[in-house]
């Protein structure tokens, strides 16, 4: 019985072709050099479309608000007067703008919300009335190095992006 077992294992072994018996450590070498050099290329590219998406959620959340103040402006007459003396988070404008007006659900946060926030300015006060004619929206952009605002004021250090009425 153990004889058979040295037969077969003889017939195995000369069923192979002679000088070839697997890989060399250089072909096993490059292919794993390609899988890594793929793998840091799909890395890289996940993280920036990551910030990219959330760039866009930013865009369409400043939208958003911006939307829901010309809503309140168009049934009130004027903006909000929140934030007015300058700068600050934009979830101060939940009272105005869901809980009285129904105007939006919700004052979207950050996609980091943790770490960055949307602001708000209200701007272009009217002496007589006490009522404030114009706004800044602004947030922090991760895919730009360079501030674009249409706000006459200066922006928070955190924001990279404004937009403003009128």
Same mark, same amino acid.
Request: some cysteine; glycine content about 8%.
């Given at each position: 019985?153990?004889? !058979?077992? %040295?037969? @077969? ?12 018996? +697997? ?6 070498? @490059? ?18 479309? $990551? ?7 930013? %865009? ?26 300058? %700068?600050?988070?934009?979830? $101060? ?5 869901? !809980? ?6 919700? @004052? ?5 919300? !943790? ?11 009217? +002496?007589?009335? +006490? ?30 992006? +404004?937009?403003?009425?009128?």
């Amino acid at each position: 019985m153990g004889y !058979t077992v %040295f037969i @077969i294992y003889n017939n195995m072994k000369k069923s192979q072709p002679a000088g070839r018996q +697997g890989f060399t450590l250089i072909e096993i070498l @490059i292919a794993i050099a390609i899988i890594a050099i793929l793998t840091a290329i799909g890395i890289v590219s996940y993280g920036s479309v $990551n910030r990219r998406a959330r760039d866009a959620k930013r %865009f369409g959340d400043i939208e958003q608000i911006r939307s829901a103040l010309e809503m309140y402006r168009s049934d009130k007459g004027y903006y909000p007067a929140v934030n007015t003396s300058g %700068f600050d988070s934009a979830a $101060n404008l939940n009272d105005a703008l869901n !809980t009285s007006g129904g105007y939006i659900p919700v @004052i979207p946060a950050d996609p980091q919300n !943790t770490v960055h926030s949307y602001y708000y300015a209200a701007s272009n006060l009217d +002496g007589v009335s +006490g009522n404030y004619y114009g706004y800044c929206l602004c947030s922090y952009l991760e895919t730009q190095e360079t501030t674009t605002s249409s706000c006459a004021d200066t922006l928070p250090a955190a924001c990279k992006y +404004g937009v403003r009425n009128p």
